[in-house]
Structure formats: structure tokens, C-alpha cells
């Protein structure tokens, strides 16, 4: 590539015809650039998004991963676009579960039902055929349990970067549910 300038207008591009969260080492082994610049390179791409007011795109990070993305503020105008495909919003027990699965992943549904003291099954398939849940493994126990982790859509959409920015909130966290039964 000849400048920094033309580094940025290919990241942009990749990033815009993905369509999809990119790893920074992806975009480094395509561009043939480090992953230094690559980090660089995305963050002036962020800063330009920003500075420009008639814009419609920001560029968001998630952990290890960039993706070209609307501005939160024009989620109305998205929805009427896939209207046809919208669907309900989740309920407050949905919502529940999510942040269960998000504090304590990765979760089996036995433990997501022991925090909420409730069935939490279909709840958890819901969050699955949604896109912001995912099954991550299997534990080593009796009838080897799927243990369940949230993903890049679920990060995306909640406007995280990762889920260590999640608040604080300890008594959804499985370890003190358990600390508290023993007592």
C-alpha cells in the first residue's frame, strides 16, 4: 500500500464487505500489515466516523474483532428495513437469562436455572435461535452437560466491548448462589 490513508481505505472496505465482526489478525494477514498497524489503522478509522455528524456508520470493536456498524441512534430506520424479519422483543425473564449466561459463562442451563430459581430451558434456546447465546462445550460430568457463552452479536448489540465491561452485579454470579446455599 502506498500511504497510511490507502492502509485505512482497504481496511474499511474489508470491513464493510465482511459484514461481519473481523479479527485484527485476519485483517493483518489480508493487508499484509502488523497487528500494530492494523490496531492503528482501525482507530483512525473510529476517530474519522466520530468526527463526521453526517455519517451514518461507526466503527465498533469487540475484544480482538472490528466491525463497520450504524450508529445507535438510526436503529429505528434499521428496523423498518427488516421489518418483515423483526422479531418480539425479549421478555424481563429473557433478558434475566442473558445476563445470567453473560456474569457467569461459560454456563450450564442447570446453573442459569439454580441463579434464577427457576426452568430456564426454553428460555436459553430462545437466546440460542437469536444469535446473542451459543453453545461452547460440554462439561466432563454425568451426562456431559452443554455449557452456554454469549457472542459478538450479543456484545453488539448491548454496545459492549467485551463482556469484562459488563457492571458489576454479584449476586448473579453462580459462585455466591452456591455460598449462599452452603450457609
Known amino acids: 500500500m502506498k500511504n497510511d490513508s490507502e492502509a485505512v481505505a482497504v481496511i474499511e472496505a474489508v470491513l464493510f464487505a465482511s459484514g461481519d465482526p473481523i479479527s485484527s489478525e485476519t485483517l493483518s494477514e489480508i493487508t499484509d500489515l502488523s497487528l500494530t498497524e492494523i490496531n492503528d489503522l482501525c482507530h483512525r478509522l473510529k476517530t ?92 466432563d460430568l454425568p451426562g456431559k452437560p452443554a455449557v452456554f457463552s454469549t457472542t459478538n452479536k450479543f456484545l453488539l448489540e448491548f454496545g459492549l466491548k467485551s463482556t469484562s465491561d459488563l457492571p458489576s452485579v454479584d449476586l448473579l454470579m453462580y459462585e455466591n448462589i452456591e455460598l449462599l446455599q452452603e450457609e
Do not use: W
Not at 468526527?51 to 466491525?67: P, R
Not at 429505528?76 to 429473557?94: G, T
Open 48 to 139: 474519522r466516523y466520530q468526527d463526521c455528524a453526517e455519517s451514518g456508520l461507526i466503527l465498533k470493536q469487540m475484544e480482538n474483532t472490528y466491525c463497520i456498524t450504524t450508529k445507535p441512534e438510526y436503529k429505528e430506520y434499521i428496523a423498518r428495513l427488516f421489518r418483515p424479519q423483526h422479531l418480539p422483543s425479549l421478555s424481563n425473564a429473557a433478558y434475566e437469562t442473558l445476563a445470567a449466561i453473560a456474569y457467569n459463562q461459560p454456563v450450564t442451563k442447570a446453573q442459569v436455572e439454580l441463579i434464577r430459581g427457576v426452568n430456564s430451558d426454553s428460555l436459553v434456546n430462545r437466546l440460542v435461535e437469536r444469535g446473542y447465546v451459543v453453545e461452547t462445550g460440554n462439561l
